[in-house]
């Protein structure tokens, strides 16, 4: 799904990611490229260039936010973007007070919708702890209802059907009211497929709603004629308005385009998504998670909420500030490991990084190791960790007994805290930030993990 919006994203940013600072330019060149895989993905244009505009907007107007780097922030705001884009929150059905909700399915033909009541029904049924009966109202084609049958009988719902020479309109106040009757709490009104926007065929689904005051109207849209999907819409809200779409067949090679444009061009929610033949291939659509799924980041996203949690920002802008000057010490060092240790294990968030080397992945990183240099630091004086220059012979003895560990380990976490201060204080007079990747992409400097063998103590 999304294959190839997610793909030209990613690109994108994994290009924006290989660089530190963001030049005007890159940020340009990568706007461009995301209007350009938006269109691509068929999304109607109004859409894109509204959503072009806005991310820009608040690129230039955001209060940037401290623990994030230039391309995280893009990546969040193209991600915040698209989940307004798509709804916010997740959009229920409307469950009647008294009496049972009743549900009507529209749609052109062939979208999907006796599959989708169906698959309804059974996800009501098992999430909802709900009694669903469906009612078959196509009486065009003789297979219809027979389909509907059989579909129901495999989700274990009765359907209420009169066979193909009653009045669609008759069955389903009929099919209602038996339904009721029989202790259905939700009743699912299968209708006849348009082939386009038929006038008789409307009237018809319109007169169905009036006579059965249906609490949800769905229409259940083809995610694979992209922007035509849209213009359906449009017209059927025109003619009998709905309260939410269905997009079915995401699970095809759909461009995306109806999922990102429905909601803004119509006003209505995306209430569910079919992904499959299957019957239970239904889902409720979270807007946030959709995003994410296209962004093919979700991981990446998630990372940046933690760091963002994790990091004080005026704890960074200290860092920063004394790092500029040299002056980053063993109080700074065990910040960060405090902050790293709040984002969980070196591993899992090594494995949330996206770009990085498999066999970097699998290194097999010890967290005790960490804890190893933790002791060590913990057990030194307030004022060796602030002026680590002072910690001669006698004192490292002090702190490898206070420790627990041998003078070695001491000596070696001290030498390579040095040579990790001069390289930061080499690099912040080159004006420039620390080196990409997951340490130099802080603020304040953690030393740079993936590239490994920076981390004190940890003895590669
Ligand atoms: N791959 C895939 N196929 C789907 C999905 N939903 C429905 N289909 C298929 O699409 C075809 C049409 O589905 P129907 O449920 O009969 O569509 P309909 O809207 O009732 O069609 P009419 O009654 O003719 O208007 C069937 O072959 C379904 O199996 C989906 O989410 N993914
Ligand atoms: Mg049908």
Same mark, same amino acid.
């Given at each position: 799904m999304?294959?190839t919006l997610?793909?030209?994203?990613?690109g994108?940013f994994q290009?924006?990611?290989?660089?530190?600072?963001?030049? $005007?330019?890159?940020?340009?060149?990568?706007?461009?490229?995301?209007r350009l895989a938006l269109?691509?993905?068929?999304?109607n244009f109004?859409?894109?260039?509204?959503f072009v505009a806005?991310?820009k907007?608040?690129?230039?107007?955001?209060?940037?936010?401290k623990?994030?780097?230039a391309?995280?922030?893009?990546?969040?705001?193209?991600?915040d973007?698209?989940?307004r884009?798509?709804g916010?929150?997740q959009?229920?059905l409307t469950?009647?007070?008294?009496?049972p909700?009743?549900? %009507?399915m529209?749609?052109l033909?062939?979208?999907?919708?006796t599959?989708t009541?169906?698959?309804?029904?059974?996800?009501?049924k098992e999430t909802e702890?709900?009694?669903?009966?469906?009612?078959?109202?196509?009486?065009?084609?003789?297979a219809?209802?027979e389909q509907l049958?059989?579909?129901?009988a495999?989700?274990?719902?009765?359907?209420?059907?009169?066979g193909? =020479?009653?009045?669609p309109?008759?069955?389903?106040e009929w099919?209602?009211a038996?339904?009721?009757?029989?202790?259905? =709490? +939700?009743i699912? +009104?299968?209708?006849?497929?348009?082939?386009?926007?038929d006038?008789?065929?409307?009237a018809?689904?319109v007169?169905?709603?009036?006579?059965?005051?249906?609490?949800n109207?769905?229409?259940?849209l083809?995610?694979?004629?992209?922007?035509?999907?849209?213009s359906?819409?449009?017209?059927? =809200?025109?003619?009998v308005s709905?309260d939410? +779409?269905?997009?079915?067949?995401?699970?095809g090679?759909?461009?995306?385009?109806?999922?990102l444009?429905?909601?803004?061009v119509?006003?209505?929610?995306?209430?569910?998504?079919?992904?499959g033949?299957? %019957?239970?291939a239904?889902?409720y659509?979270?807007?946030d998670?959709m995003?994410?799924r296209? %962004?093919?980041?979700?991981?990446?996203l998630?990372?940046?909420?933690?760091a963002?949690s994790?990091?004080?920002?005026?704890?960074a802008?200290?860092m920063?500030?004394?790092l500029?000057?040299?002056?980053?010490?063993?109080?700074?060092?065990l910040? /960060?490991?405090?902050m790293?240790?709040?984002?969980?294990s070196f591993k899992?968030i090594l494995?949330? %990084?996206?770009?990085i080397?498999?066999?970097?992945? =699998?290194i097999?990183?010890?967290?005790s190791?960490?804890?190893?240099?933790e002791?060590?630091?913990?057990?030194?004086t307030k $004022?060796?960790r602030?002026?680590p220059?002072?910690?001669?012979?006698?004192?490292r003895?002090?702190?490898?007994?206070?420790?627990?560990?041998?003078?070695?380990?001491v000596?070696?976490?001290i030498?390579?805290f040095a040579d990790?201060?001069?390289?930061?204080?080499?690099?912040?007079k080159?004006?420039?930030?620390?080196p990409?990747g997951f340490?130099?992409?802080?603020p304040?400097?953690?030393?740079?993990?993936?590239?490994g063998? /920076?981390?004190?103590?940890?003895?590669r």
């Open positions: 999304f294959d997610q793909e030209k994203l990613e994108t290009g924006l990611r290989s660089k530190g600072t963001l030049t $005007e330019a890159d940020t340009d060149v990568a706007m461009r490229e995301i269109l691509e993905a068929d999304v109004k859409v894109v260039k509204t806005t991310v907007e608040r690129l230039v107007g955001e209060e940037v936010h623990a994030l780097d391309p995280q922030q893009i990546i969040k705001i193209v991600n973007e698209l989940v884009l798509m916010t929150g959009s229920k469950f009647s007070q008294r009496g909700t009743i549900i %009507l529209a749609g033909q062939g979208s999907g919708k599959t009541t169906a698959k309804l029904a059974k996800l009501l702890g709900k009694t669903p009966a469906l009612v078959a109202c196509d009486v065009y084609r003789p219809a209802i049958k059989t579909v129901g495999q989700v274990g719902v009765p359907v209420y059907a009169q193909t =020479d009653a009045d309109v008759k069955i389903a099919g209602v038996e339904a009721t009757a029989n202790g259905a =709490d +939700v699912i +009104v299968d209708t006849a497929g348009r082939l386009d926007i006038e008789a065929l409307m018809e689904l007169g169905i709603k009036r006579a059965i005051k249906p609490h109207v769905l229409l259940v083809d995610a694979m004629t992209g922007q035509e999907a849209v359906v819409a449009t017209r059927f =809200d025109e003619a709905f939410g +779409v269905i997009l079915t067949k995401l699970d090679d759909a461009r995306g385009g109806a999922a444009s429905v909601k803004s119509t006003g209505k929610p995306i209430k569910f998504v079919a992904l033949e299957k %019957l239970d239904l889902e659509f979270h807007p998670r995003a994410s296209i %962004l093919g980041m979700g991981d990446v998630t990372l940046i909420e933690k963002e994790a990091f004080e920002e005026d704890e802008a200290d920063e500030a004394r500029k000057k040299g002056q980053f010490t063993f109080e700074d060092f910040k /960060q490991m405090k790293l240790k709040r984002m969980g899992s494995s949330m %990084l996206p770009g080397p498999k066999e970097i992945r =699998d097999d990183i010890d967290d190791q960490m804890g190893r240099v002791a060590i630091v913990l057990s030194m $004022e060796e602030r002026n220059d002072i910690i001669d012979g006698a004192r003895r002090r702190i490898a007994a206070g420790s627990g560990h041998d003078v070695q380990a000596n070696a976490l030498k390579q990790m201060r001069k390289m930061m204080k080499m690099m912040m080159g004006g420039g930030k620390l990409p340490g130099g992409d802080m304040g400097g953690m030393p740079n993990l993936p590239s063998g /920076q981390f004190p103590g940890l003895g």
